[in-house]
């Protein structure tokens, strides 16, 4: 995974990135969080628990973990594995297993929620943060080039059997699972120019485009020409004419019963 990627997920913080866990996160709590990536939401998640609690983060990369290793090893009560969301090494063991913007890189979401579940103990929490790609908006209409590269990669994903719109989905995909007490909530994320992190947070698609881009040229769904050019199309819009950019965002709770 190329440093732009790893610079976008180290960037993210559990107060401003995954803030319904932050709301229900107390002292002396268990926290899985699955999809941790470089492990940046999952250190505030252990800060959060404190001496008497722990977080555990769980990717199926590596490389991310290894990653996540080297920049948290000082935090106390945080540990990594490596382990696939959809054969989870726990069993009733903790009391929150979350998953921030990971559901939407699966084919079978429906059975890595049931894994989540099973993780945590009886009366505890399963809570999913994801997006809808396809209610995402930006103001004003970004270049033609990158327009033409985000349907691609909506139908690069569709054809991967991702969800575009997991987001809106979660609600039912709880209630196939078996979580009770659902409540799905918004967190849609905004930047605007102005706001400091702007070029950063709005600019997350040039930096797909040079990631997973070029897994789709390889995949054949777009070529380089158009993938460069998106990407160099859009992180010029940013820098001169973008004003905002929204994704949008729900957050899905339920509890184990
Ligand atoms: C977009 S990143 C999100 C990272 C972090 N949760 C955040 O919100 O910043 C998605 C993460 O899910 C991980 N992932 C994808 N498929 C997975 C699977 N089957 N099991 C565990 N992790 C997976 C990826 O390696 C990546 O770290």
């Known amino acids: 995974m190329p440093e732009a990627t790893h610079a976008v997920l180290d960037r993210r913080s559990l107060a401003s990135d995954h803030r319904r866990l932050n709301e229900l996160l107390r002292p002396g709590l268990r926290v899985l969080d699955v999809g941790c990536g470089t492990g940046a939401i999952t250190r505030g998640a252990a800060a959060a628990v404190g001496a008497g609690g722990l977080a555990v983060g769980a990717d199926v990369s590596a490389t991310l973990l290894g990653r996540a290793r080297a920049a948290h090893a000082a935090q106390a009560r945080l540990a990594f594995v490596v382990a696939d969301a959809y054969a989870l090494p726990f069993r009733r063991a903790v009391d929150v297993v979350t998953a921030a913007r990971m559901l939407q890189w699966l084919a079978r979401p429906l059975d890595a929620?049931?894994?989540?579940?099973?993780?945590?103990?009886?009366?505890?929490?399963?809570?999913?943060?994801?997006?809808?790609?396809?209610?995402?908006?930006?103001?004003?209409?970004?270049?033609?080039?990158?327009?033409?590269?985000?349907?691609?990669?909506?139908?690069?994903?569709?054809?991967?059997?991702?969800?575009?719109?997991?987001?809106?989905?979660?609600?039912?995909?709880?209630?196939?699972?078996?979580?009770?007490?659902?409540t799905v909530t918004a967190q849609d994320e905004t930047a605007r120019r102005g706001e400091p992190d702007f070029e950063a947070r709005a600019g997350i698609w040039a930096d797909v485009a040079a990631s997973r881009g070029h897994q789709m040229v390889a995949d054949g769904a777009v070529t380089e020409a158009e993938r460069s050019a998106a990407e160099a199309d859009y992180r010029a819009w940013v820098g001169a004419e973008a004003r905002e950019h929204v994704q949008y965002l729900r957050a899905a709770a339920g509890r184990v019963c």
């Open 113 to 182: 929620l049931r894994a989540m579940s099973e993780a945590a103990a009886p009366g505890g929490a399963v809570l999913v943060l994801d997006f809808n790609h396809e209610r995402a908006a930006w103001e004003p209409r970004p270049p033609e080039s990158f327009r033409r590269f985000y349907a691609a990669f909506l139908g690069w994903r569709a054809g991967a059997g991702m969800d575009n719109a997991i987001a809106d989905r979660l609600e039912s995909l709880f209630a196939r699972a078996g979580l009770a007490r659902v």
